[in-house]
């Protein structure tokens, strides 16, 4: 399964490769992910051409100063031929939403997502509406702006089980870039590109609910929760994760054993997803920010500290 949707975006996406996985490996442990990169490496098109190949309805919020929550979530209007509230519903009715340039609109804009990101819901007016067991959010930020955005608070951030650094293309991947999209004016649709649904939303249930019978022995559970507590004992951090992140550390460790196809973890599986779960929920010291260290340096130097089991 996981290859015809690796194939299927691979049709409209050239490299990238690791962001897909990512991303899959987020759809099986329900979780969300942050995607921070410059513009122009194919972003939206991958959060596009993921969720075509998989079934899922798409749905995209362009993040300004001037939103207001009622534009993601939805409000009640008055309807005066019926005299009566319509429920009018926002954006994020769908499966799988875009949030483009997240860190572009206030805080109480951004607070919108943070019921929908955990709990898979939102409230309006006290009423309840449910989104979905594969709800699934895709944020994009840009790394080089630095006027008019407002950095995610860490509450948020925190509902992210992701934050993946997209990076340009290879030099060999730019050059096909260039032959395969420089000469096309097809739109940036993935239909236009051949890409097509080869899940539906059974299947991918049914790959969820096998990923929770994934077994996770002690000694792995020990290793995450070393991983953890490590973070909160590093002299070049303020700050360290939190025990919800140990939590979605293991269910996305388990989520890419399955697409590995085993049916237990291994620590491999817990390294190879550690920095993108911890490098958005620690924090650098002062001093550490003084020296000019890198989150990514700390968190590496982390994880190549604490022994794996063998």
Sequence with gaps: MCDEIRREIGKAVIGQEETIDLMLVALLARGHVLLEGPPGTAKTLIAQCFARSIGLDYGRIQFTPDLMPSDIIGANLFNFQTSTFTLTRGAIFTDLLLADEINRT??????????????????????????????????????????????????QLDRFLFKHLVDYPSAEEERKIIASHGSSRQAMDPSNWGVEPVVDKAQL???????????????????????????RTAPDLQSGASPRAGAMLAGAARAHAA??????????????????????????SPSAEINGRRVEDVVTAIIDQIEAPR
């Design 205 to 231: 249930a049914a790959a969820t609910e096998a990923v929770a019978s994934v077994r996770l022995v002690d000694e792995v559970i020990d290793y995450v929760a070393g991983l953890i507590r490590g973070t």
């Design 106 to 155: 206030p805080p109480k804009t951004q607070a919108a997502l943070l019921e929908a990101m955990q709990e898979r819901q939102v409230t309006i007016d006290g009423e309840t509406h449910s989104l979905g067991d594969q709800f699934l959010v895709v944020a994009t930020q840009n790394p080089i702006e630095q006027q008019g955005v407002y950095p995610l608070p860490e509450a």
């Design 259 to 284: 697409l590995d196809g085993r049916d237990f973890v291994i620590p491999d599986d817990v390294k190879a997803l550690a920095p993108a779960v911890l490098r958005h929920r620690v924090l650098l």
